[in-house]
């Protein structure tokens, strides 16, 4: 072997170790949380469009509320509850609040800082809300929309990112502001018109964390997703409308129990 090939042979490569910072942030909502969830309907239809006759519009309910509101939501078969949402929405979050506050750029948020696990879990009791939306075509046509809503929610986040670039302070600024200024959800800070999903940073013995996460973990939320209760009184009143439309046209409106209308004061108890 040659004086040259000795040479190649105990060459040392020198790895560039690079170190990965911890975050566990315990989060706290400020306005309520807006699932957002695609339905298993509108899945349907990207797997396998079908175009409805209009004598299949007509004799079918176009929305059916108690199915629409479990369908909203993420959910976890495993864990300690059954309300999820994706933990890249705070990645998101952190990205975007990037934008606005300074200590890091946003394409390094983007590359450098990750949530670990797929879906966080969240505390809090989701109730059926409905809103009157603008649909994205041209018309900008109104429609009616069923999404679960958790006045008060509470979520533990474990964040990663790499050092020295990014640090626990610059994570955790970036955070606070990504509550305040964006938000998580639908109709969130960030879009402008609405201000939900909004959260904040508090200690891990905080007393609002705990007693959200005491009241509102899986079994508590199981029952909620059975049994839906409107979330105010203009819920209230688009499912009385619906409730006897439907009774109207000789179906069986299913989906509620013990539900009464605040607006009215109108018995719901019979649907179950």
Known sequence: MSEKSRSRSKEEVDILKINEGRLTCYVCGSTPLIYNAMSNKTIGDLLYPRKRTAAEKQSTAKHNPPEEFRNSVYKSATGPTRLVIPAVSFKRALASASLDIGGAKRTQVERLVWAIGERIPVWGVPR?????????????????????????????????????????????????????????GDFRQERGAGNFGQFRLVNDDDADWHRIVEQGGREVQEEALANPVSYDEETDQFLVWWHEEVKRRGHTPKGFKNLVSKSNGTSLAEIA
């Open 128 to 184: 059926l809300r409905m809103d009157v939306v603008r649909m994205a075509d041209m018309k900008r046509t109104p429609d009616i929309r069923t999404r679960a809503c958790l006045s008060e929610w509470a979520c533990k986040l474990d964040l990663a990112f790499v050092e020295p670039a990014l640090n626990t302070t610059i994570i955790a600024n970036l955070l606070s502001a990504a509550g305040m200024i964006r938000g998580v």
